[in-house]
């Protein structure tokens, strides 16, 4: 990585988590783990999210992300993408799945059947270059700190590689840092 933060657009980027309902493992198949993909790609594309790193864990994910309305951006993201797990979900049989999702709805969300998200995004704005390295940082190291590999870029469900030059699933717009 370089030494030197350059912001990509006028607004600060921001440091999200999704996390599924009760931290169950969804995302643990190829299948789930594409709906996420082909989303933010969707979004990046179609909407002007700046997606400047990430990881895709069994139950959450981690962005750093900025983009106008990202508020609205998210709330479709998590919208489209329980939409399809929920489909796969079905299409698979995997009713397990679908009666966790089901009994663990906010009673007070009467538009659905199910929940896959947990509420929110917890964002937080990201204010200097140590904060932005400290959240990258956080980010890649994911996947070693749980034992799953043994370096960031050995994680294929991460931004560490598109830095590193590595092939990548996602396609990023990478800060200089």
Not at 50 to 78: A, E, Q
Not at 100 to 110: D, G, L, N, P
Not at 143 to 162: F, H, L, M, Q, T
Request: charged share 30%.
């Amino acid at each position: 990585m370089r030494t030197r933060y350059k912001a990509v657009e006028d607004g600060q980027p921001i440091f999200i988590t999704s996390t599924i309902v009760e931290w169950i493992p969804v995302f643990i198949r190829k299948p789930y783990i594409d709906i996420l993909i082909n989303a933010l790609t969707f979004c990046r594309q179609n909407k002007k999210l700046k997606i400047f790193s990430y990881v895709i864990m069994d139950n959450h994910i981690h962005l750093l992300i900025s983009g106008d309305n990202l508020s609205n951006i998210i709330r479709d993201f998590k919208r489209h993408t329980a939409r399809e797990i929920i489909k796969l979900a079905e299409f698979e049989k995997k009713f397990w799945l679908l009666q966790q999702f089901k009994f663990y709805r906010q009673k007070y969300k009467t538009d659905s059947d199910y929940q896959v998200w947990q509420e929110g995004f917890h964002p937080k704005q990201i204010f200097s270059e140590d904060m932005l390295r400290q959240k990258i940082e956080y980010i890649h190291h994911n996947p070693v700190r749980i034992g799953w590999v043994d370096k960031p870029e050995d994680w294929v469900y991460s931004s560490a590689r598109n830095y590193l030059g590595l092939e990548a699933i996602l396609e990023i717009d990478a800060l200089e840092i």
